[in-house]
């Protein structure tokens, strides 16, 4: 089976902090996806990246940076977080070539930020 | 403005009964999949159907599929408490772009 972890289930942090969220896949995945989920606004794509340091911008990749050092790792950066950015983080991730195959999700990091 | 929109948002139904939830899209796509994500978890991936299909099964899930009227569903027969959760449709646009996920339905089985 595959597994995505994320590193907090919970994570409670205070505005200017840079803040790291942490995803693990272990199924060679090519593929892998931030998401940020709000109510009332649904699945929102922050960054994805298609292999090892490469990357590309979502729908909402402001106030966000990623890294993605090792293929089975995709970090999540908030460079000094607000308020507006508590919310759901999800990670995901996909096989080769196939961002619009099936999409394995972590099960998520609730974010707050005081 | 949102590619896929589920219909209804919300849908409370009693234990046995089957639960119906839509979802319609804008433009042309490749495949249209279903999720499924209970309470402060992750999403859970159900079915996925492909443009040139119209119909697929998956235990108590059948989901269609009608593209000239950009539209799908998923119907879930036999509900059970457990299968109370929200449900997103994310549809596969034309080209290699990623997944665009729509807001969800979220349901209630009542046992």
């Known amino acids: 089976d595959v597994k995505v972890t994320q590193s907090s289930r919970y994570l409670v942090k205070r505005t200017g902090e840079k803040v790291f969220l942490e995803c693990v896949q272990d199924?060679?995945?090519?593929?892998m996806f931030w998401y940020r989920q709000d109510p009332g606004l649904g699945l929102r794509l922050i960054y994805f990246?298609?292999?090892?340091?490469?990357?590309e911008k979502g729908d909402i990749p402001e106030g966000y940076s990623v890294s993605r050092e090792k293929k089975e790792r995709f970090s999540l950066i908030l460079e000094s977080a607000s308020t507006n950015q508590t919310s759901m983080y999800l990670c995901?991730?996909?096989?080769?070539?196939?961002?619009?195959?099936?999409?394995?999700f972590g099960p998520g990091t609730r974010l707050l930020v005081l | 403005s949102q590619q896929g929109e589920e219909d209804p948002q919300a849908l409370s139904i009693q234990e046995g009964e089957n639960a119906t939830m839509n979802c319609s899209y804008k433009?042309?796509?490749?495949?249209l999949q279903w999720y499924r994500q209970n309470s402060g978890r992750g999403l859970v991936h159900l079915i996925l159907?492909?443009?040139?299909?119209r119909e697929k099964h998956s235990g108590r899930l059948r989901v269609t599929l009608d593209t000239s009227k950009k539209s799908s569903s998923l119907l879930i027969t036999a509900s059970r408490a457990a299968d109370t959760a929200s449900y997103f449709c994310?549809?596969?646009?034309?080209?290699?772009?990623?997944?665009?996920f729509g807001k969800g339905t979220r349901l209630s089985v009542i046992a």
């Open positions: 995901a991730s996909s096989p080769r070539g196939a961002y619009q195959e099936t999409q394995y």
């Open positions: 199924m060679d995945h090519e593929n």
């Open positions: 990246s298609y292999d090892v340091k490469m990357k």
């Open positions: 433009t042309s796509i490749n495949n």
């Open positions: 159907i492909r443009s040139n299909e």
């Open positions: 994310a549809t596969a646009l034309r080209g290699n772009t990623p997944l665009v």
